[in-house]
T-cell receptor, first 113, second 111 residues
Framework: DVKVTQSSRYLVKRTGEKVFLECVQDMDHENMFWYRQDPGLGLRLIYF???????EKGDIPEGYSVSREKKERFSLILESASTNQTSMYLCASSLIRANTEAFFGQGTRLTVV | GDSVTQMEGPVTLSEEAFLTINCTYTATGYPSLFWYVQYPGEGLQLLLK?????DKGSNKGFEATYRKETTSFHLEKGSVQVSDSAVYFC??????????FGTGTSLTVIP
């Protein structure tokens, strides 16, 4: 069974902390994505990566950075967490081929206090 | 740019009722279209997909037909169950790497 695994289901962090969200996929997918999900706003793309060490900004990259040192792993970094970054974070991956679907992890519910 | 518009929720239905969730899209060319389902506290799971015009995707009693003439991909199920209660997302992928999602429609099915 294909798998996208996020390192934590729930996280509580303090304002100003540096936060790392990890995502690993076992499908040899080229593309990996980080989304943020908030009520009424749907999914918003933060960053995506189409290859190792490559990254592209999405719609809301401010306050975030990413790292992709290995093909299977894509990390989202909150440089200095703020309360408005409290949200559900979803990682996804896909093949680079155009008509293929994305596979999602189970999500990380982050609360910044 | 590419985008997806889906009907606002929430939707509440009685068990065994007929379900339609409308989805329309804007895209150049020939995108692939998807429906995802999200159960409470979980990530999104692919429900069905269609990759070209007039294709019908189906899974677990749900169906959607890719209509290029109306740029639509409406989700239907003939008889919903309580276990279908979830949030449903319509999405498209065009020739690039990005996916575009609707804002989601919450469905509650009551016994």
């Amino acid at each position: 069974d294909v798998k996208v695994t996020q390192s934590s289901r729930y996280l509580v962090k303090r304002t100003g902390e540096k936060v790392f969200l990890e995502c690993v996929q076992d499908m040899d997918h080229e593309n990996m994505f980080w989304y943020r999900q908030d009520p009424g706003l749907g999914l918003r793309l933060i960053y995506f990566s189409y290859d190792v060490k490559m990254k592209e900004k999405g719609d809301i990259p401010e306050g975030y950075s990413v790292s992709r040192e290995k093909k299977e792993r894509f990390s989202l970094i909150l440089e200095s967490a703020s309360t408005n970054q409290t949200s559900m974070y979803l990682c996804a991956s896909s093949l680079i081929r155009a008509n293929t679907e994305a596979f999602f992890g189970q999500g990380t519910r982050l609360t910044v206090v | 740019g590419d985008s997806v518009t889906q009907m606002e929720g929430p939707v509440t239905l009685s068990e065994e009722a007929f379900l339609t969730i409308n989805c329309t899209y804007t895209a150049t060319g020939y995108p692939s279209l998807f429906w995802y389902v999200q159960y409470p506290g979980e990530g999104l799971q692919l429900l069905l997909k269609a990759t070209k015009a007039d294709d019908k995707g189906s899974n677990k009693g749900f169906e959607a037909t890719y209509r290029k003439e109306t740029t639509s991909f409406h989700l239907e199920k003939g008889s919903v169950q309580v276990s279908d209660s979830a949030v449903y997302f319509c999405a498209l992928r065009n020739t690039g790497n990005q996916f575009y999602f609707g804002t989601g429609t919450s469905l509650t099915v009551i016994p």
